[in-house]
């Protein structure tokens, strides 16, 4: 999805939909790292812990254990879309994402997940940490929802933040056309590639997509030499099994990537669901341990595979 452009084609008017800004982050590439999470995703992961960044367009977030149900919202929505019966509050097919309600909730009961960025008020939100980048050798962290699904963006941004001397940080599924991967792999600076599944049926059901495009990207990565981690998200009961082991260390002992990471399956996200009104696919599924990783992570590591110790879920 090409983000949208307003008047003059010129980089000044690329527009791109974000859902967070988080600061000081430690987690997501080398020192400390301002993370933008930019909004739409190619694949919907049945364990995805952001899943308002799935959409490309606003989501409507509503925290019912915040609302004080003093219906100023109800009072103020345009379209009187906000109601409540027998103590529950309800949101109709009215609501058109205005974000009127959320300007009066005091309790921050109501939220709008989404808001459009230019690359240069981007660039301005990520400026405010240039002090703790230069004294931690850390950067700004594209990260998503999916970065390049919104690619003709993230190419001028990636852009800017070289002008700007920011280190660049890419977190990608590795789901876009090869064109487009290669451009933004070798405008950042650090690559981290969350791959997902190796059997390709499992891969399918879990995700949505197909994972030819994904592993074709990631071999090109590997081939170019570029600097990356590969990240494996471990959920227990889909690519935990003996046989799914298996199909980790033969691929990625072919491929030898220079690092790689396992990153233990939290239940984290699972409340943005019932916000966002979608059911959660997942909702038995435990959270492992550092140690139950340890059979994946010595698999790993006795076919001379670089994983980094294991660190609790993120």
């Given at each position: 999805m090409v983000p949208e452009r307003r008047g003059d084609p010129g980089v000044q008017d690329l527009t791109?939909?974000?859902?967070n800004i988080m600061r000081f982050a430690t987690h997501d590439g080398p020192g400390i790292r301002t993370v933008?999470?930019?909004?739409?995703?190619?694949?919907?992961?049945?364990?995805?812990?952001?899943?308002e960044s799935q959409s490309f367009l606003p989501d409507r977030l509503y925290f019912a254990e915040r609302c004080r149900h003093c219906l100023e919202c109800a009072a103020i929505c345009p379209e009187h879309a906000i109601s409540e019966v027998d103590g529950v509050v309800y949101t109709s097919a009215a609501c058109t994402l205005c974000a009127t309600c959320t300007t009066v909730c005091m309790a921050e009961a109501r939220q709008i997940a989404?808001?459009?960025?230019?690359?240069?008020?981007?660039?301005?939100?990520?400026?405010?940490?240039?002090?703790?980048?230069?004294?931690?050798?850390?950067?700004?962290?594209?990260?998503?929802?999916e970065p390049l699904s919104q690619p003709v963006f993230v190419a001028s941004f990636l852009a800017a933040c070289q002008d700007r001397g920011i280190s660049t940080t890419l977190e990608t599924c590795g789901f876009a056309q090869p064109e487009v991967f290669q451009q933004a792999a070798l405008q950042a600076d650090f690559v981290l590639f969350d791959l997902k599944l190796i059997d390709p049926a499992k891969h399918l059901r879990y995700?949505?997509?197909?994972?030819?495009?994904?592993?074709?990207?990631?071999?090109?990565?590997?081939?170019?030499?570029?600097?990356l981690t590969v990240r494996i998200p471990v959920i227990p009961g889909v690519n935990d099994s003996t046989e799914d082991i298996g199909g980790f260390v033969e691929y990625l002992s072919?491929?030898?990537?220079?690092?790689i990471e396992l990153l233990p399956y939290h239940r984290i996200g699972a409340g943005k669901y019932r916000r966002l009104g979608s059911p959660y696919k997942l909702p038995d599924t435990p959270q492992p341990a550092a140690a139950d990783l340890?059979?994946?992570?010595?698999?790993?590591?006795?076919?001379?595979?670089?994983?980094?110790?294991?660190?609790p879920g993120v």
């Open positions: 791109a939909f974000v859902f933008v999470f930019f909004k739409g995703c190619p694949l919907s992961c049945w364990w995805c812990h952001n899943p989404g808001q459009r960025y230019t690359v240069e008020e981007l660039i301005a939100e990520v400026e405010k940490d240039v002090v703790f980048f230069d004294e931690s050798a850390g950067g700004v962290t594209l990260s998503g929802g995700t949505g997509v197909s994972n030819d495009l994904i592993l074709r990207n990631l071999e090109q990565l590997v081939a170019g030499r570029r600097p072919r491929l030898r990537p220079p690092a340890e059979p994946f992570r010595d698999a790993l590591t006795e076919a001379g595979l670089n994983v980094a110790p294991l660190t």
